[in-house]
């Protein structure tokens, strides 16, 4: 089977021009992670003998959120010319039937590695690059400053812009659809969310997943900004508060790392954004957008559950989903203040 | 706590990736690790979930009982947060205590008195008491107690 994925990846990656015909497939794996991608490293070997390496990302049958893979790849092909660091996008299949099981686009392979935000090691290593150089630190804040001062209006125009009452309607509607049973404290949340707006609203290229795990790095240095499918205009404070969730740091059911997102101090992040921005921020005005990104990882994970309870998928990570509900209740107590 | 699916639904799906492992003939690559390893996760969050969270169930749904029982006013409100408190007597299961309070505060949310809020503010220290329960006997059991 890995062989006709290998044949189909390079048939595309020849009709697009990015490889000469007579190129070879050599080895496929597929890595862990990716819930709804899933994701392949290709090696490929030209005609001329030269061998590179290629990213595919694919929309399996079960994916577990409907966001269109189209629209990803449109996003990186727009980002390419700007500073934010991507990987430049090869080639796309949009036909559903393929041995992939789905719709896949293939990108380049770039050196780095995620970051895995439970590991004991990566914390360390995060740290330890805080207390020294701070080259991921400074990269975060500056590729999501970046982002947000983007021109949103040269980025594709099927990127949906939401508002904040939007946004929790998204998600609402997603829980009320997915739900397997009735949450008190999540029906509480979104109640709470539509009491508690924000007094203002900041409008720019909302990246939608920003966090140290969706980035790579190589050498002490981010090298990319992956998982994009979330992508869309709205407040830009949604990602600050996602950032500082200690979800976001490694929390599963207790705080693990002292460090925002396990690589700064949420301060000083949070200084440093403002100034870059040219507009400060106030750790009080994400409270909001903490349990609106919360909300969103909700939805998410009962969405997993649902798909495994209704045979979407086989995935049995989306019945272990089912852990990461406790964690979040947690917080939201917290955010709440009950 | 209340989680989607029951311990035996949860139990029933360990079994497929389990087998999928011992039937194949390649080495596991990443993904079927992972999926192994999620399994083992899952055993162990299964094993407190059933011998330290659950036994707690009928705390949950004492102090759910005693909030809906404290509304003073107005009548309507009373009769109906009694009625659901009667319920949560016979409730089995940690879903069917959550399905009863997302119904109180339905009613309370939809009555907006300051009574209504009162009961409200006590359903909330009732669902927060069991969350704080339930994230503490995990993590005890998963990542351990917190040191002194």
């Not at chain 1, 992939?100 to 050196?111: I, N, R, S």
């Not at chain 1, 990246?207 to 190589?218: P, Q």
């Not at chain 2, 390649?26 to 659950?54: I, K, M, N």
């Amino acid at each position: 089977m890995s062989e006709v994925k290998l044949e189909e990846v390079v048939r595309v990656l020849e009709r697009s021009g990015e490889l000469a015909p007579g190129a070879r497939g050599e080895e496929l794996e597929q890595i862990q992670g990716g819930w709804s991608r899933h994701t392949y490293i290709a090696r490929i070997s030209a005609a001329d003998g030269s061998e590179s390496r290629h990213v595919v990302r694919v929309r399996p049958p079960g994916a577990l959120l409907d966001t269109e893979l189209e629209l990803e790849y449109q996003v990186y092909e727009a980002l390419d010319p700007t500073s934010v660091p991507t990987p430049r996008v090869q080639a796309i299949e949009l036909a559903t039937e393929t041995p992939f099981g789905g719709q896949f686009f293939v990108m380049e392979f770039l050196p780095g590695s995620p970051s895995n935000i439970y590991s004991r090691a990566d914390q360390q290593r995060l740290a330890e690059d805080w207390a020294g150089e701070r080259g991921v630190a400074n990269d975060m804040v500056e590729t999501l400053a970046a982002i947000h001062k983007l021109d949103f209006a040269a980025m594709p125009a099927s990127i949906q812009r939401l508002s904040y009452l939007d946004v929790v309607a998204k998600w609402k509607a997603v829980y009320d659809e997915r739900r397997l049973v009735r949450d008190p404290i999540f029906e509480e949340g979104f109640d709470w969310l539509l009491e508690n707006p924000p007094e203002d609203q900041r409008e720019g290229l909302v990246h939608g997943d920003y966090r140290i795990g969706n980035t790579l790095v190589a050498d002490g240095r981010l090298t990319a900004v992956l998982d994009w499918e979330l992508v869309y205009v709205g407040d830009v404070r949604f990602d600050l508060g996602y950032l500082v969730l200690e979800r976001s740091a490694g929390k599963h059911l207790r705080r693990r790392a002292e460090l925002m997102g396990t690589f700064a101090d949420e301060a000083w992040f949070l200084e440093r954004y403002g100034s870059l921005t040219g507009t400060p921020i106030e750790a009080e005005s994400l409270r909001p957008f903490q349990l609106l990104s919360i909300m969103m990882l909700v939805a998410t994970q009962v969405t997993a559950v649902w798909m495994h309870a209704n045979g979407k998928t086989d995935d049995f990570r989306m019945v272990w989903a089912r852990y990461s509900l406790p964690g979040l209740r947690d917080d939201m107590v917290r955010l709440m203040k009950w | 706590m209340w989680n989607p699916l029951s311990p035996s639904e949860v139990i029933a799906a360990m079994g497929s990736p389990v087998r999928d492992a011992a039937r194949g003939e390649e080495p596991l690559d990443d993904w079927q690790s992972g999926q192994l390893l999620s399994v083992y996760s899952a055993t162990r969050h299964l094993a407190a979930e059933v011998g330290a969270v659950e036994p707690h169930l009928g705390e949950l749904t004492g102090e759910l009982a005693a909030a809906l029982r404290s509304a003073a006013e107005p009548p309507e409100l009373v009769a109906s947060l009694s009625q659901l408190a009667e319920q949560l007597r016979d409730v089995g299961d940690s879903r069917q205590a959550a399905e009863i309070a997302c119904q109180a505060l339905d009613l309370v949310r939809a009555d907006g008195s300051a009574a209504a809020e009162q009961v409200r503010a006590k359903i909330h220290v009732a669902l927060a008491h069991a969350v704080e329960l339930e994230v503490r006997l995990l993590a005890d059991a998963i990542e351990g107690p917190v040191e002194p």
